[in-house]
C-alpha cells in the first residue's frame, strides 16, 4: 500500500446455523461484490461458512453485519470473526 491508497482490512467469519444449502455463498458474493469487497466464501465440512472479506473498513464491516443475517432462507445462529492481515485479494470467489 502506498500513501495514496485508501485503508485495507481483512476479516474473516465463520457462520453457523442453517447456512448450507439456502444460497448463501452465492448470496455473499453478490453482497460482496455490490460493495468492491474481495476475498471468499466456502462450505466447511461441519456445516458452517467461512467468509473472508478484504477491502475498505466500512465495506467489509457491511459484509460482517450482513453475514448476522444471510440470504432469506437461512437462519444464522452465530458469527465469530477475527482480524487477519490484508494479503491483496482484487475479486471474490466462492469455492
Excluded at 448476522?68 to 491483496?88: I, K
Aim: proline share 6%; net charge negative.
Amino acid at each position: 500500500m502506498t500513501a495514496g491508497d485508501p485503508p485495507v482490512v481483512r476479516r474473516k467469519a465463520i457462520v453457523s446455523g442453517r447456512v448450507q444449502g439456502v444460497w448463501f455463498r452465492e448470496s455473499c458474493r453478490t453482497e460482496a461484490t455490490a460493495r468492491s469487497v474481495a476475498g471468499y466464501v466456502r462450505n466447511l465440512e461441519d456445516g458452517t461458512v467461512e467468509a473472508v472479506f478484504e477491502g475498505p473498513p466500512a465495506a467489509v464491516e457491511e459484509m460482517i453485519a450482513w453475514c448476522h443475517l444471510g440470504p432469506r432462507n437461512a437462519r444464522v445462529d452465530s458469527v465469530v470473526s477475527r482480524e487477519e492481515h490484508p494479503v491483496g485479494d482484487r475479486s471474490f470467489h466462492v469455492y
